[in-house]
């Protein structure tokens, strides 16, 4: 496993690496680094790999105590993603109205990923998500 800095993209034929979050890198720049991470699999897949990353990581600096970091593992087919804080509260899937501006993040990290959860521990707890990207 390689840990990256900002300064630092990450090699696209590593299997896992991993981005810190202490500094709370703008959401676009970690958008940045995710995509330069999976730079084999589709322009579609990407977006969607895009759209997890930006509700999960905005989800830790938004409701998480600490933001810990970012992995992006390539699993045979599948793209892993995982947002490690320091909070023990779970991810909740809101219900979104037309008149709310927030509450669709983990409905949308639902809808795009072949599967998704949350591990805790002691230190905080994972929120993870798959998604497939039809390379080997």
């Not at 927030?102 to 521990?121: F, I, K, Q």
Request: charged letters at 25%.
């Amino acid at each position: 496993m390689s840990t990256a800095v900002l300064d630092e993209m990450p090699p696209g034929a590593d299997n896992e690496v991993e981005l810190d979050l202490a500094d709370r890198p703008e959401v676009r720049v970690v958008r940045r680094w995710a995509a330069d991470a999976v730079p084999h699999i589709g322009a579609e897949q990407l977006q969607d790999l895009l759209l997890v990353v930006t509700e999960m990581v905005s989800n830790a600096y938004d409701h998480g105590q600490q933001p810990v970091s970012l992995r992006v593992l390539v699993l045979g087919v599948r793209v892993r993603l995982e947002v490690t804080d320091t909070s023990l509260d779970p991810p909740v899937v809101g219900r979104s109205r037309i008149a709310d501006t927030r509450g669709r993040g983990m409905a949308l990290v639902a809808a795009l990923t072949a599967d998704w959860g949350h591990t805790t521990s002691a230190a905080g707890k994972v929120v993870w998500a798959e998604l497939e990207h039809g390379i080997v």
